[in-house]
């Protein structure tokens, strides 16, 4: 992908493309096999293609951008790969709120 994955949400894309976790680096820091999993077993998934702007502003670590995205991946790689790489990461306790179902049922942002 050579765009944005956030391109016309919420503010303009500008600067270059920048790799970002799926799962924040915050959430894998203490989780040794899930960040392995994430950025070497399956990067693909798990490292998307955002502007500076949407990474400085922290848009991109938002709830609904990570649906987004996720949505992105699926788009890519359909959902029968997908949901299973990402219901499979080897965390070292239960986080049922980064399930595929969980990201997926996160309401979009209503903008007014």
């Known amino acids: 992908m050579n765009e944005c994955e956030l391109q016309g949400e919420r503010i303009p894309c500008a600067g ?16 040794k096999a ?13 490292i998307r293609q955002i502007c500076a702007a949407h990474n400085t502003s922290r848009i991109a670590d938002t709830k609904w951008a990570r649906k987004k995205m996720t949505k992105n991946a699926v788009a890519d790689f359909g959902v029968g790969y ?5 219901d499979e990461i080897p965390w070292k306790v239960p986080r049922p709120e980064l399930s595929y179902k969980a990201i997926m049922a996160v309401p979009l942002p209503k903008i007014e």
């Not at 976790?21 to 989780?31: D, N």
């Not at 899930?34 to 998934?45: F, G, L, S």
């Not at 997908?82 to 990402?86: A, D, M, T």
């Open 34 to 46: 899930a960040k392995k999993y994430c950025e070497q077993t399956h990067p693909e998934i798990f």
């Open 16 to 31: 270059g493309l920048q790799n970002h976790h799926l799962i924040s680096k915050g959430k894998l820091q203490k989780a």
């Open 82 to 86: 997908v949901r299973p790489i990402i």
